[in-house]
């Protein structure tokens, strides 16, 4: 497969609570899908460099889709203050609405932890017609409920390994098996929270999952 673009461009988007900083990797004039990814918890130091969300960002970039990534309020050079997953559904809402703005596709949305959730609520609160696939990895289900009614009702992949300390199986499960089809749920036998050691299988899963689909 071919190596990440060169060309990857960063700077600033303007959010609800001041700048969202971002990284851009563009894709070829054909593409017909663009992709938004959320980090992990800023209080555990997730950014937008974190390794899962680095490898995912690949895995679609290499499906020829264009993606963006971004640091919530108060990551890195982003403005404002952490506001435990409220204000960040908000941060979300503009990373979406910038991106829509200069490149008017269809988007996947993804997110690894509490990312996930932040994707999560701002899926459950809105139908959001703009967006077309959710990749939710290591959905944390023990830092709260999570709602199991959606207003948006398109595609959802969940991805984790079994052993993840964060989500039991069993829970994890439960909690898929109440949402609306479609939805699909992927286990990495022996994978922990972070999937240490995975990574081009990682890749390789998401990318066979989102071939199959139909954008």
């Keep these: 497969m071919s190596s990440l673009p060169k060309q990857?461009?960063?700077?600033v988007l303007p959010g609800p609570a001041g700048d969202l900083e971002y990284l851009w990797q563009p894709a070829s004039d054909s593409a017909v899908c663009a992709a938004v990814i959320c980090h992990p918890d800023p209080m555990?130091?997730?950014?937008?460099?974190?390794r899962i969300v680095h490898h995912l960002a690949r895995a679609l970039w290499e499906l020829g889709l264009p993606v963006l990534r971004f640091n919530f309020r108060g990551v890195g050079l982003s403005q404002g203050k952490h506001d435990e997953g409220r204000g960040e559904r908000e941060d979300l809402r503009a990373a979406v609405a910038w991106l829509r703005a200069r490149l008017p596709l269809p988007l996947a949305l993804g997110g690894f932890s509490f990312g996930a959730r932040v994707a999560i609520e701002f899926l459950a609160d809105a139908p959001h017609p703009e967006i077309v696939r959710l990749i939710a990895v290591g959905t944390p289900l023990t830092r709260g409920p999570l709602p199991a009614d959606w207003a948006w009702s398109g595609p959802k992949l969940?991805?984790?390994?079994?052993?993840?300390?964060?989500a039991a199986?069993?829970?994890l499960e439960a909690y898929v098996r109440r949402l609306a089809e479609p939805r699909q749920l992927i286990w990495f036998p022996e994978g922990d929270h972070f999937l240490n050691g995975r990574m081009p299988e990682f890749r390789a899963r998401i990318q066979e999952a989102m071939a199959r689909?139909?954008?």
């Design 8 to 11: 990857l461009i960063s700077g």
């Design 158 to 166: 969940f991805v984790s390994g079994d052993r993840d300390e964060f």
């Design 213 to 215: 689909a139909t954008v």
């Design 44 to 50: 555990q130091g997730g950014t937008l460099h974190t």
């Design 169 to 171: 199986r069993a829970d």
